[in-house]
């Protein structure tokens, strides 16, 4: 028996239930995790007395997957939000260091660098983003560019004075605790520590902050540390890492547009080649054409991603590829936010046999990530003959209805309804139960209930439970 803790990033449905769900696949893990409700959400940090608690009552652990932001600030949004001093979150992580150094075999863990958003929207950032938030992005990226191109001309600074010194206050703040880490990780302390790049420009403070920390991984030759592009995905990464070492899993990428690689993803700042490469690394598997494990398919997009909540939607005429009969996941990133129709109505008409997933989830990133670790753990579970095919197909159910369902068909009204978007949900619930039977007959998998939720109150995150 494995036995696997995770300190998540929120309460989001994919960070916490998705973890629970796909992990559920192997009988012989065995996961904990704080009770959901001591877990931050959009408006309210984590309870970190009680994850303290529970790391404390630990014991045996193989590993621990535990995101930074949730130890140092309480969650990944409130990293940008709370007041406390570098001096108050310093002694935070340092009892987390002193808790958990004795009780677990190996730590995994990932901390951000944080994002600058390119809008005047403040739901995860501080109330001054409103109206400001763009300008701190312009201001960013021409404060990098500039020195980057050595031309000085182009910064120009519009900012209220006290506004921009609470932000590059906020952000020398965390930066200097990520070298905290940086330190740890020398001393090997962690097994892996990733630094999550989240919704990345070309240049910005957080591009320049990434570049300090590789260049101190490199100069110090930090084995052990990481940059990659991502948020979310990034625990299910480490998870799947935790898993397959010393497995070799080799991995084929097959790309359905093989000349569109070079192209860039919505919200990063690598190619859609780099990002598979990335993802594949970071859980800890190879690339191998010839001699493989799985093969992982990529509905990659031709000349540019679409955007289902930019109302950007790109359907593919993809509707007469036949898949492999070897073992394969999917990874549908034709569209940011959510699935390619045409794509999923041409899986359905596929056999199920040799299928190990389905993701569509947000960014490419994520979509990649997601995949990848449900494919593995599953993978791994037949292979050691502990392998759970209700839990397989429930997890399957829920990304195909959430993915597909949801955010490429029902949440364009939900986001519309405002401000009830539980009652848009509502409204769309018999849509949503009538597109649930094609998955059940994809499937063969029949949920006696589904309910739906909004757990932030906004129309991004569907929490799906099913019985």
Not at 218 to 246: H, M, V, W
């Amino acid at each position: 028996m494995i036995k696997i803790a995770v300190i998540p990033i929120d309460n989001r449905p994919i960070c916490y239930d998705l973890i629970e769900d796909i992990l559920s696949i192997n009988n012989d893990i065995e996961l904990f995790m704080p009770d959901i409700k001591y877990l931050g959400g959009l408006n309210n940090q984590s309870n970190i007395n009680e994850i303290f608690n529970f790391l404390e009552n630990l014991a045996d652990i193989d590993f621990l997957i535990v995101s930074l932001d949730t130890i140092a600030y309480g969650g990944l949004i409130p990293s940008r939000r709370i007041e406390d001093d570098f001096k108050t979150i310093k002694e935070r992580i340092e009892k987390f260091k002193t808790i958990v150094q004795k009780k677990v075999k190996k730590i995994l863990a990932f901390s951000s660098i944080m994002r600058i958003s390119n809008n005047n929207i403040n739901e995860e950032e501080k109330q001054y983003w409103s109206q400001w938030g763009k300008r701190i992005f312009d201001w960013s990226y021409y404060l990098h560019k500039s020195e980057v191109e050595k031309s000085y001309n182009c910064v120009i600074n519009k900012i209220p004075k006290d506004i921009l010194e609470d932000y590059i206050k906020t952000r020398k703040r965390n930066f200097e605790i990520n070298k905290i880490y940086l330190n740890w990780a020398e001393e090997n302390f962690f097994d892996t520590l990733i630094f999550s790049k989240d919704d990345c420009a070309e240049f910005g403070l957080n591009v320049k902050e990434a570049n300090e920390l590789n260049k101190i991984i490199k100069e110090k030759n930090i084995k052990k540390a990481f940059i990659k592009t991502g948020a979310d995905e990034i625990p299910l990464g480490l998870i799947t890492r935790a898993l397959s070492k010393n497995q070799n899993i080799k991995i084929n990428p097959i790309f359905l547009e093989k000349n569109s690689l070079n192209l860039i993803s919505k919200y990063e700042d690598i190619s859609i080649y780099d990002c598979v490469k990335g993802q594949i690394s970071l859980a800890g598997c190879n690339i191998n054409e010839n001699d493989f494990d799985l093969e992982m398919i990529i509905n990659n997009f031709k000349k540019e991603q679409g955007d289902l909540v930019l109302g950007e939607s790109i359907n593919s005429n993809k509707n007469k590829i036949l898949f492999s009969a070897k073992n394969h996941f999917i990874a549908d990133v034709n569209n940011a936010n959510g699935s390619d129709l045409n794509f999923v109505e041409n899986i359905f008409k596929q056999n199920n046999s040799n299928f190990f997933g389905y993701c569509a989830y947000n960014t490419s990133a994520n979509t990649i990530g997601c995949a990848l670790f449900c494919a593995v753990v599953k993978f791994l579970a037949i292979k050691n003959n502990s392998y759970n095919e209700t839990a397989f197909k429930k997890i399957q159910f829920i990304r195909f209805l959430d993915d597909w369902a949801y955010q490429a068909i029902s949440r364009k009204f939900v986001r519309e309804n405002k401000p009830d978007y539980y009652d848009g949900l509502m409204q769309k619930e018999e849509e949503l139960n009538k597109n649930a039977k094609k998955i059940s007959e994809f499937l063969n998998f029949y949920p006696k209930k589904i309910s739906y939720s909004l757990p932030w109150d906004r129309s991004f995150e569907i929490r799906i439970k099913i019985n």
